[in-house]
């Protein structure tokens, strides 16, 4: 690096670094606020997104202009296009965290001991949390409103691409902040895109007290090795779909379509097929011919490469890496298994720890898949596109955490939280 | 290093990982065996302490022999010793884990969804445990017993001093896994004592789910910015008593003596003393007075001094170092503070998130600062050395935790372990 480059590295710093302490100090204040205050500031933000949607969708217009030259792919344009539709949903997503009962602050558990005293654990926020993702601008509307309803402070770092969708987004949520009279400082964001920025706030542990990555497995991994600060895993899901010997045909075939090709860039889509050999001969031609009905791809071991030829249908071989692979597209690898053991190995073995479903008439042979089968979460007769915190009941989410410490499964508000215990006594001291 | 001293630490990372992979496969068979056997085990390691404490206390001997030749302090040297009445207390430590409530298989939560999804939140292991701890034999028996209880795996690499020791102590854990035809593969403890094995351990992220170390300050640090693997941290408490204008005088005096003198050396004990302004002039007096009874040693603001010259008691003035010291020992920091916000102020400050306490008859006072200290523990009128999960009616603990991720305060066997969903449909596929 040039001496130019080093101290421009090091004025970041000193305004990463003062970013962080008046960071520090929000938290205190959300935690103390009512919630209806912190509510009162999700729908101003709301509203300040619906009426300021010009500027965000010309600062949008500049993003995709940028993207287009630098020849960034249609998908990848996908995530980085903002609409009116997009934005107006965004705000929704605001005014719906508003309306979710409040997760600070709640007695999670109080008893009183033999001598008197009596002990409570209620939920407080986790203090300072850096967001670091790629293209998606929203990410900057639902992760900053979930910090902020769980009384977080947020350091949002955003994609170069979408650097001034982001920024107008921002603005918004800051708008919200200022209108119920809160620390604007609770959601900021770098004062550059300069990569540096993130090595300086993986270095943070003075300042930041949780990393939550969203992206792409070499961002995570690159995250995870860096930070001086925990990281709460966010890795995609490579998840698994087990057709067992006792399964309903047409239930069967029903799942399976639709937790591959339902979407298949979301996280929780179906990667692999297992299909138990005592019925492979019966179900998986017609399982075949659906997915490839619906234009999916297959990879398939010998079992299944031989049932495809035999009807007809297009397949390739896969190789032992497509076992570890997460397609996020219209591509699915099929495997004969002999049997739930054979399933539950291959999954604990290959799978992420996402989501991972059994389909059975055999209530024994589900409990011990969801027994035996080590991920966040495990379904049993259903569609593992269902793995997502809305669909479970607990509004947005920041993903779908797949480390095994603090949350694991969707993380929402109510997940962004830690607790302290309150001691009341009455002059106790301790023999 | 040397070419051989290469191959050493080559040969350990094998040993290393090959230790890893074979506790891997642990955790999924503690989380399927029943209470019984995992209670079972911790009974017979209970009796093999007993049976073999000859075995035990002759290993010891050699410890302390080493260690009085390297020439430990005695504080070090007491940690270090066992007794029969020490060897006692841990197989009694062991029968209490194992009458304690299963923390496994525990429906945590359990709610529908309108389209008929049944999801059920259940405690699971967390897997690999890595515990790095210094000179006290008998934490090999306390955590590995609540890492089994809690169907963890566990290696445990203990200080050198006390290798021997924790050696025999291990393998009495070991003989109860194999009465119990539990793998023994769950307890294990590194092959050599080489330093190596604790940069081996950290750098294992792949076979090991969290690091969770017990012992200094310089240590954890250490570990915390070496890790790959997450760490949970435990770091000692520097806990403060603030005395607010309310108090009531004889009960401050009994609760700081006893949170101060009670015993000094744990992390639970106060290290600072705050006192409110309006009540200084007349309590200050006695209640150093009691200190220096007690033989506590004062290191005092300049109004504490002044108050502690005119009574003719023994003080120093205390360094801005006083106030970030843990001292471990007979020695306490005071100061005069002007209200409740300036101490919340010094103690969110300066204090290490452990362990708060505050003294007042004004129950919205004690309010305030419960809601506005930020620590694991925040206490009103008693003493911070019932900072302990024994206290708390928890059973052993492993320690207290500094972090706010994942466990806070206390954690027993149910803070080691996470969750996962389980989702049980009848065919619903997302629409």
Chains 1, 2 share one sequence.
């Not at 398939?300 to 597209?329: I, K």
Request: charged share 25%; net charge negative.
């Amino acid at each position: 690096m040039t001496a130019e480059a080093l101290r421009a590295v090091d004025d970041l710093r000193v305004q990463m670094e003062e970013m962080g302490r008046a960071a520090r100090g929000a938290p205190a204040v959300l935690a103390q606020t009512s919630p209806q205050s912190k509510n009162r500031a999700l729908r101003a933000a709301a509203a300040a997104l619906r009426d300021r949607q010009g500027e965000i969708l010309a600062a949008n217009d500049q993003d995709m202009a940028a993207a287009t030259t630098k020849g960034l792919s249609p998908a990848l344009l996908d995530r980085l296009k903002l609409t009116p539709e997009r934005i107006d949903s965004m705000a929704k997503g605001l005014e719906d965290i508003a309306d979710f009962p409040d997760p600070i602050g709640r007695e999670l558990e109080a008893w009183e001991r033999p001598n008197g005293l009596r002990i409570t654990r209620v939920s407080v926020p986790l203090g300072v949390i850096g967001i670091i993702y790629e293209s998606r601008p929203n990410v900057t509307a639902d992760a900053g409103a979930l910090c902020l309803k769980s009384g977080n402070a947020a350091i949002l770092r955003g994609g170069s691409e979408s650097a001034r969708s982001s920024a107008a987004i921002l603005a918004c949520l800051r708008d919200g902040l200022a209108a119920a009279d809160l620390p604007v400082a609770a959601l900021q964001r770098p004062p550059s895109q300069d990569r540096a920025a993130v090595g300086i706030l993986l270095g943070m542990s003075e300042t930041v007290d949780v990393i939550i990555p969203r992206g792409g497995r070499g961002l995570i991994e690159r995250i995870r090795n860096e930070s001086k600060v925990p990281v709460m895993s966010h890795l995609d899901g490579l998840c698994h779909t087990y057709v067992h010997q006792d399964a309903d045909p047409q239930m069967a075939r029903d799942i399976v379509v639709n937790a591959k090709m339902r979407r298949t860039g979301i996280c929780g889509a179906t990667e692999t097929l297992l299909v138990d050999e005592a019925i492979h001969a019966s179900l998986l031609p017609s399982l075949l011919r659906d997915l490839v009905d619906a234009d999916c791809e297959i990879r398939g071991d010998a079992q299944v490469v031989a049932c495809a030829e035999a009807e007809n249908l297009p397949v390739q071989a896969a190789t032992a890496a497509d076992w570890d692979t997460e397609y996020l597209a219209p591509i699915l690898s099929v495997r004969v298994v002999k049997d739930i053991h054979a399933a539950i190995d291959h999954i604990n073995r290959h799978g992420s720890h996402h989501t991972e479903a059994i389909i059975t008439r055999d209530q024994r042979a589900a409990d011990r898949f969801q027994e035996a089968v080590d991920a966040g979460i495990v379904m049993h007769n259903t569609s593992t596109q269902y793995a997502d915190g809305g669909e479970f009941g607990m509004g947005a989410e920041i993903g779908i955490s797949t480390g095994k410490l603090h949350a694991r499964g969707p993380v929402g508000a109510d997940q962004l939280t830690s607790y302290k215990y309150l001691v009341r006594g009455q002059g106790q001291v301790r023999p």
